[in-house]
Protein backbone atom coordinates (compact mmCIF):
# COMPACT_ATOMS: atom_id res chain seq x y z
CA UNK A 1 0.00 0.00 0.00
CA UNK A 2 2.80 2.37 1.17
CA UNK A 3 4.79 1.61 -2.55
CA UNK A 4 1.34 2.47 -4.73
CA UNK A 5 0.59 6.05 -2.57
CA UNK A 6 4.49 6.64 -2.86
CA UNK A 7 4.15 6.16 -7.09
CA UNK A 8 0.83 7.98 -7.29
CA UNK A 9 2.36 10.91 -5.29
CA UNK A 10 5.29 10.65 -7.33
CA UNK A 11 3.04 10.81 -9.99
CA UNK A 12 0.96 13.55 -9.32
CA UNK A 13 4.18 15.62 -7.87
CA UNK A 14 5.98 15.24 -11.33
CA UNK A 15 2.37 16.06 -13.27
CA UNK A 16 1.82 18.91 -11.54
CA UNK A 17 5.55 20.30 -12.03
CA UNK A 18 5.15 19.69 -15.66
CA UNK A 19 1.78 21.78 -15.53
CA UNK A 20 3.30 24.63 -13.37
CA UNK A 21 6.47 25.03 -15.77
CA UNK A 22 4.52 24.73 -18.75
CA UNK A 23 1.90 26.95 -17.82
CA UNK A 24 4.77 29.72 -16.67
CA UNK A 25 6.67 29.42 -19.85
CA UNK A 26 3.05 29.53 -22.00
CA UNK A 27 2.20 32.43 -20.37
CA UNK A 28 5.60 34.31 -21.20
CA UNK A 29 6.07 33.14 -24.66
CA UNK A 30 2.94 31.95 -25.68
CA UNK A 31 2.18 28.15 -27.29
CA UNK A 32 4.30 28.25 -30.18
CA UNK A 33 7.56 29.82 -28.93
CA UNK A 34 7.65 27.35 -25.88
CA UNK A 35 9.80 24.13 -26.55
CA UNK A 36 9.76 21.15 -24.98
CA UNK A 37 12.77 20.72 -23.61
CA UNK A 38 12.73 24.35 -22.35
CA UNK A 39 9.33 22.89 -20.16
CA UNK A 40 11.00 19.50 -18.90
CA UNK A 41 14.26 22.05 -17.69
CA UNK A 42 12.04 24.54 -16.15
CA UNK A 43 10.41 21.58 -13.92
CA UNK A 44 13.41 19.87 -13.17
CA UNK A 45 12.21 16.66 -15.41
CA UNK A 46 13.53 14.54 -17.75
CA UNK A 47 12.11 14.25 -21.30
CA UNK A 48 11.04 10.87 -21.06
CA UNK A 49 8.60 12.04 -18.00
CA UNK A 50 7.10 14.51 -19.94
CA UNK A 51 5.82 11.88 -22.59
CA UNK A 52 5.23 9.15 -20.12
CA UNK A 53 3.07 12.01 -18.62
CA UNK A 54 1.67 13.63 -21.93
CA UNK A 55 1.15 12.53 -25.33
CA UNK A 56 2.59 15.43 -26.93
CA UNK A 57 2.82 19.32 -25.86
CA UNK A 58 -0.35 19.94 -27.13
CA UNK A 59 -1.70 17.42 -24.18
CA UNK A 60 0.28 19.24 -21.83
CA UNK A 61 -1.30 22.43 -23.03
CA UNK A 62 -4.78 20.89 -22.45
CA UNK A 63 -3.63 20.24 -19.12
CA UNK A 64 -2.82 23.53 -18.10
CA UNK A 65 -6.00 24.97 -19.52
CA UNK A 66 -8.31 22.56 -17.85
CA UNK A 67 -6.66 23.69 -14.73
CA UNK A 68 -7.02 26.96 -15.58
CA UNK A 69 -10.56 26.87 -16.69
CA UNK A 70 -11.46 24.27 -13.28
CA UNK A 71 -10.19 27.46 -11.37
CA UNK A 72 -12.17 30.08 -12.72
CA UNK A 73 -15.44 27.35 -12.04
CA UNK A 74 -14.18 27.05 -8.79
CA UNK A 75 -14.27 30.78 -8.38
CA UNK A 76 -17.54 31.23 -9.74
CA UNK A 77 -19.10 28.36 -7.29
CA UNK A 78 -17.24 30.28 -4.15
CA UNK A 79 -18.82 33.36 -5.14
CA UNK A 80 -22.60 32.00 -6.01
CA UNK A 81 -23.72 30.35 -2.28
CA UNK A 82 -27.17 28.60 -2.29
CA UNK A 83 -28.77 31.65 -0.14
CA UNK A 84 -28.57 34.08 -3.04
CA UNK A 85 -31.59 34.37 -5.57
CA UNK A 86 -30.74 32.69 -8.69
CA UNK A 87 -30.77 36.60 -10.35
CA UNK A 88 -27.78 37.69 -7.49
CA UNK A 89 -26.34 34.17 -8.13
CA UNK A 90 -26.15 35.06 -11.80
CA UNK A 91 -24.47 38.84 -11.25
CA UNK A 92 -21.91 37.21 -8.55
CA UNK A 93 -20.79 34.72 -10.78
CA UNK A 94 -20.07 37.04 -13.32
CA UNK A 95 -18.31 39.31 -11.27
CA UNK A 96 -16.60 36.61 -9.72
CA UNK A 97 -15.71 34.91 -13.48
CA UNK A 98 -14.51 38.78 -14.13
CA UNK A 99 -11.85 38.46 -10.93
CA UNK A 100 -10.28 34.98 -11.67
CA UNK A 101 -10.00 35.98 -15.17
CA UNK A 102 -7.47 38.94 -13.93
CA UNK A 103 -5.21 36.11 -12.41
CA UNK A 104 -2.13 36.69 -14.61
CA UNK A 105 -1.89 34.81 -17.95
CA UNK A 106 -5.51 33.75 -17.92
CA UNK A 107 -7.34 35.16 -20.16
CA UNK A 108 -4.25 34.56 -22.46
CA UNK A 109 -4.57 31.04 -21.72
CA UNK A 110 -7.73 30.46 -22.34
CA UNK A 111 -9.32 33.09 -24.56
CA UNK A 112 -6.34 33.39 -26.93
CA UNK A 113 -3.93 30.55 -26.90
CA UNK A 114 -6.08 27.93 -26.14
CA UNK A 115 -8.64 28.86 -28.93
CA UNK A 116 -5.86 28.80 -31.03
CA UNK A 117 -4.14 25.55 -30.33
CA UNK A 118 -7.03 23.38 -29.44
CA UNK A 119 -9.50 24.89 -31.35
CA UNK A 120 -13.20 25.94 -31.25
CA UNK A 121 -14.69 22.32 -30.41
CA UNK A 122 -11.77 21.47 -27.69
CA UNK A 123 -12.33 24.58 -26.09
CA UNK A 124 -16.60 24.86 -26.54
CA UNK A 125 -16.07 21.55 -24.87
CA UNK A 126 -13.98 22.31 -22.02
CA UNK A 127 -16.09 25.36 -21.44
CA UNK A 128 -18.79 23.19 -21.45
CA UNK A 129 -17.68 21.23 -18.64
CA UNK A 130 -17.02 24.12 -16.28
CA UNK A 131 -18.28 27.31 -16.43
CA UNK A 132 -20.76 26.99 -19.28
CA UNK A 133 -22.62 24.82 -17.46
CA UNK A 134 -22.70 27.08 -14.69
CA UNK A 135 -23.82 29.39 -16.30
CA UNK A 136 -26.82 27.63 -18.12
CA UNK A 137 -28.07 26.39 -14.52
CA UNK A 138 -27.88 29.83 -13.29
CA UNK A 139 -30.24 31.29 -16.31
CA UNK A 140 -32.11 28.17 -16.40
CA UNK A 141 -33.04 29.16 -12.51
CA UNK A 142 -33.29 33.11 -13.03
CA UNK A 143 -35.19 33.11 -16.04
CA UNK A 144 -37.66 30.11 -15.05
CA UNK A 145 -36.06 28.71 -18.75
CA UNK A 146 -37.57 25.09 -18.46
CA UNK A 147 -38.72 22.49 -20.80
CA UNK A 148 -41.75 24.77 -21.63
CA UNK A 149 -39.27 28.24 -22.40
CA UNK A 150 -39.41 29.38 -26.13
CA UNK A 151 -35.86 30.18 -24.99
CA UNK A 152 -33.08 28.38 -25.28
CA UNK A 153 -30.85 28.24 -21.91
CA UNK A 154 -28.35 26.70 -23.46
CA UNK A 155 -28.24 29.34 -26.66
CA UNK A 156 -28.48 32.17 -24.31
CA UNK A 157 -25.36 30.63 -22.51
CA UNK A 158 -23.38 30.88 -24.90
CA UNK A 159 -23.84 33.92 -26.11
CA UNK A 160 -23.42 35.61 -22.74
CA UNK A 161 -20.51 33.62 -22.30
CA UNK A 162 -18.87 35.41 -25.53
CA UNK A 163 -19.68 38.89 -24.03
CA UNK A 164 -18.16 37.66 -20.51
CA UNK A 165 -14.91 36.04 -22.41
CA UNK A 166 -15.19 39.80 -24.37
CA UNK A 167 -15.46 41.52 -20.93
CA UNK A 168 -12.30 39.73 -19.84
CA UNK A 169 -10.35 40.59 -22.74
CA UNK A 170 -11.44 44.31 -22.65
CA UNK A 171 -10.06 44.07 -18.90
CA UNK A 172 -6.96 42.66 -19.12
CA UNK A 173 -6.28 45.17 -22.29
CA UNK A 174 -6.48 47.75 -19.54
CA UNK A 175 -10.45 48.40 -19.21
CA UNK A 176 -11.98 49.63 -16.22
CA UNK A 177 -13.57 46.20 -14.39
CA UNK A 178 -16.14 48.32 -12.32
CA UNK A 179 -17.50 49.26 -15.66
CA UNK A 180 -17.67 46.01 -17.11
CA UNK A 181 -19.16 44.98 -14.10
CA UNK A 182 -21.60 47.07 -14.30
CA UNK A 183 -22.50 46.76 -18.31
CA UNK A 184 -22.94 42.80 -17.38
CA UNK A 185 -25.22 43.05 -14.52
CA UNK A 186 -27.80 45.58 -16.50
CA UNK A 187 -27.33 42.93 -18.91
CA UNK A 188 -28.24 40.49 -16.67
CA UNK A 189 -31.39 42.32 -15.21
CA UNK A 190 -32.27 43.22 -18.37
CA UNK A 191 -32.59 39.61 -19.64
CA UNK A 192 -34.15 38.79 -16.39
CA UNK A 193 -36.60 41.77 -16.73
Same mark, same amino acid.
Given at each position: ??? !??????RT?? &?? +??? %??? +?RA *?????G !??? &????EI???A $?? &?? $? @?????F??K???F???????A??? &? @?? =?????????????? *? %?????? !??????????????L????T?? /? !? *????????E??????? #? $??????????????P??AL???????F????????? /? $?????Y?A??? #?? %??? =?A /?
Amino acid at each position: MQD !YRSNRERTEK &TK +AAL %IAA +ARA *LFVEKG !YAE &TSTPEIVAAA $GI &TR $G @ALYHHFEDKRALFRAVVNEEALAV &T @AA =IEAATPDRLSALDA *L %IAGSNA !YLDAMRVSGRTRLLLIEGPTVL /G !Y *LDMKQLDEETTALTLQ #H $GLEAALNLGHASNTPADALADILSAAFDRAALAVDA /G $GDTDRYRAAIA #HL %IQH =IA /G
